[in-house]
């Protein structure tokens, strides 16, 4: 099996023109309802997602036709005839999505590389975020740069967020002599801090290398009064290796071959996905913040949808959310 491929064009990079097309499977899923997201490692914890929201805008004699739940019981009584609350639903749902692209991304056994599963996720939420009428930001980082988009309700914006995927992605290369760099992820975390005020969406897609109790403490941080959702990205070999086989894992110029037999190797590879994710709900499953891993061998589209979206017989914004890849 050869772990680390070449082909620039089969799952190793991505390209503009390849995330723009994600426009149009943007589609059967959404951040804004309220709907409870389970997640199978937040244990019995359910997240609410805060959705748009509403504003009180007046109250008014009822009408026939008003939803019975709207009638302001209080008002009514002291009136001594029917009064609704009238809302109207926020204009604005700023989301901000935290992009890694650090060479610890730059790994993948079939399909896809790490950094273009993170690549098309980020891409298909903000072009769903603008379809919805919202602003979207961006703090999108590899080892060396953090870079930041602020959060605007436009096509440009998205096209500024995908760019700098795209720029970081494309500089992704075993032959550059670029240092792991594991607290940027707690850096870009702080940039987050930073930029998000009140009841903003942070869609965090990183595999978390690096992770620690600095960035528990961040995700805390922006918990308090924004949703989280956390989207570890992985790759199958590290939930768990093939039996009795031998792989070869390749920079591009030389190649080691590993016995996944070795007992060695068949607990190391599953921990390093499986710890992270253990660390990351047992800190935050109180929180109720959703963990949705994806992974790198299934379209990425269909994942989110199976994650976010809802199916036949229920409807939108009451769907439980399935978990995918996790254990």
Not at 177 to 192: I, Q
Not at 253 to 281: A, C, H, V, W, Y
């Amino acid at each position: 099996m050869q772990i680390l491929k070449k082909n620039t064009n089969s799952g190793v990079y991505t390209t503009l023109q390849d995330l723009i097309k994600l426009q149009y499977q943007a589609t059967g899923f959404s951040f804004l309802p309220r709907q409870p997201v389970h997640s199978l490692l937040s244990g019995r914890h359910t997240s609410r997602l805060r959705g748009r929201g509403l504003d009180f805008e007046e109250l008014r004699q009822y009408q026939p036709g008003d939803d019975i739940r709207t009638m302001d019981w209080k008002a009514t009584k002291r009136a001594r005839q029917p009064y609704v609350r009238v809302y109207t639903e926020e204009r604005e749902r700023p989301v901000l999505l935290l992009v890694d692209q650090r060479i610890s991304m730059f790994f993948g056994s079939q399909v896809n590389m790490k950094s273009v599963t993170a690549a098309e996720a980020a891409a298909l939420a903000a072009w769903r975020v603008v379809a919805a009428g919202d602003k979207v930001g961006a703090v999108v980082f590899n080892d060396i740069e953090i870079r930041e988009i602020q959060p605007r309700r436009s096509k440009k914006t998205v096209m500024q967020i995908l760019q700098r995927i795209v720029e970081q992605n494309n500089d992704l290369s075993v032959d550059k002599a670029v240092s792991p760099n594991p607290g940027n992820l707690d850096r870009a975390l702080e940039k987050a801090v930073q930029l998000a005020g009140h009841d903003y969406l942070i869609c965090v897609i990183s595999d978390f290398s690096g992770l620690s109790d600095k960035s528990l403490h961040h995700v805390k941080q922006l918990v308090r009064h924004n949703d989280v959702m956390l989207f570890p990205i992985y790759d199958p070999l590290a939930k768990e290796l093939p039996p009795d086989s031998r792989l070869v894992i390749s920079d591009g110029n030389s190649q080691i071959l590993l016995d996944s037999s070795e007992s060695r190797l068949q607990k190391r590879f599953p921990e390093f996905l499986q710890g992270r994710l253990k660390t990351l709900s047992d800190a935050l499953n109180k929180f109720g913040v959703p963990i949705l891993p994806v992974h790198t061998t299934e379209s990425v589209a269909l994942q989110v949808r199976e994650t976010l979206g809802y199916r036949p017989g229920k409807q939108p914004g009451t769907a439980k959310v399935v978990v995918r890849g996790a254990r």
